[in-house]
């Protein structure tokens, strides 16, 4: 079972409670006016928060929690501006640079409420009763370990500000602007260089290969030193044929409907549903990653006027346009998926794996045997994640499962 977890300001601001402004409603994250001119990263506000999941005393640690509003880009490349959490622990780091971490937060909702910075200020029990689902488990598998090796956490809201669910360059964007609004942040103590990891899982772990992809060219300068992201989607049409007719049909509606909104083709979306499906549209346009599990073992083809609504020409494209493969990581990088995940096909990641690893990316792959489901996996994935992360950051030689068969459970030393 997993810990729980609860991370307090040195200085307490305002308890997580009601009185806590939904970001909708809250002015720290209303974009400023004329960002054209403004540099990817800018900071653009600073407050200082009281961040809280449940209740779980935690000996000696101290650390201190802020929120950044940064300039960053949509998927258009249009200038935005989106919030993140950075939590910087006391005293002096373990490390010298000082390391930062990013983790990326398996969101996978399409309601503001459910980012991260807005759920961590109300303890992961929102008010109006939107709760995140997966913030306790990644803060306590990955925060506590990076906190007390004197690292600096930051959790980006990935999806950004219109709840981007999946969308390629948009999420890439959030979590590399995010990365660098960190290394200039004095009070993080953080050298422009400063060695960067970056962590996720399932929906954190595709918002982790996007910008993995995109770095080498969208933020060259970034030192990333580790990458790893586990239950990968590759976001491909075999991806979605796999999920279609699966425990989480409901997530192709949700992902359909923000790619349609990312592409401007929300009208041939919305054009294609039938009453039902345009109910059930508006059903995971609520609440947080819970609800895009709402119809397990439906069709897509249950929601439309004509069948096979993924095989359409201009669908495809725009699949194809979206999904990972776009790029090649330069990072030393760790991806792990379980064999029999139900949720997250393996295959097309051992394609996505092979295709990086014949560009010469240095990349060590475990398939997990174990039998685990989706959500049992995230364990696996997260102890194997901490020791690769660990050895990076300490500088030792980067493994490479590369033209060997890839690992069952257990990667190489």
Avoid at 44 to 72: C, E, F, H, M, N
Avoid at 102 to 108: F, G, K, P, V
Avoid at 348 to 353: F, H
Wanted: charged content about 20%.
């Amino acid at each position: 079972m997993w810990c729980l977890l609860v991370l307090a300001a040195a200085a307490p601001t305002q308890r997580a409670s009601a009185a806590v402004l939904e970001p909708r409603n809250d002015p720290f994250y209303q974009a400023p006016a004329r960002l054209d001119h403004v540099a990817n990263g800018t900071i653009l506000r600073v407050r200082k928060v009281d961040v809280s999941l449940v209740v779980l005393p935690i000996s000696g640690l101290r650390a201190t929690t802020y929120q950044l509003l940064y300039r960053t880009e949509d998927n258009d490349n249009r200038p935005t501006a989106n919030v993140a959490t950075v939590i910087v622990p006391q005293g002096t780091s373990l490390q010298k640079p000082r390391g930062l971490v990013s983790l990326q937060d398996a969101e996978d909702s399409l309601d503001w409420d459910c980012a991260p910075s807005y759920q961590l200020r109300v303890g992961e029990n929102a008010p109006t009763g939107e709760m995140d689902g997966n913030l306790v488990a990644e803060l306590a598998a990955t925060a506590l370990p990076e906190l007390a090796a004197g690292r600096v956490l930051v959790i980006p809201d990935v999806e950004g500000p219109t709840s981007d669910y999946v969308v390629r360059r948009s999420d890439a964007h959030m979590v590399l602007d995010a990365i660098r609004a960190s290394e200039r942040f004095a009070p993080a103590g953080l050298q422009r260089s400063a060695p960067v990891a970056m962590v996720g899982y399932s929906g954190g772990g595709w918002e982790s290969a996007v910008a993995n992809e995109l770095q080498p060219s969208y933020a060259p300068e970034l030192n990333v030193v580790a990458v790893a992201a586990g239950g990968v989607p590759v976001a491909n049409l075999a991806n979605v044929r796999y999920i279609d007719g699966g425990v989480a049909t409901g997530v192709l509606m949700a992902v359909a409907d923000r790619i349609a909104r990312a592409y401007h083709v929300e009208s041939t979306l919305v054009s294609a549903l039938t009453a039902a499906g345009r109910a059930f549209l508006k059903k995971v346009r609520t609440g947080c990653a819970t609800s895009v599990f709402a119809a397990p073992f439906a069709h897509f083809n249950q929601w439309t006027t004509k069948p096979n609504f993924f095989g359409r020409a201009d669908i495809q494209r725009i699949i194809a346009d979206n999904e990972l493969g776009h790029g090649v990581p330069k990072a030393p990088t760790f991806y792990y998926n379980g064999v029999q995940d139900e949720i997250i096909w393996v295959e097309p990641l051992d394609g996505l794996v092979a295709e990086y690893c014949a560009a010469g990316a240095p990349i060590l792959y475990v398939r997990d045997h174990a039998g685990l489901e989706h959500i049992q996996g995230a364990g696996n994935f997260f102890a194997l994640a901490r020791a690769y992360v660990e050895a990076r950051f300490a500088g030792a030689p980067v493994p490479s499962s590369c033209g060997v068969p890839p690992y069952n459970s257990v990667p190489p030393e």
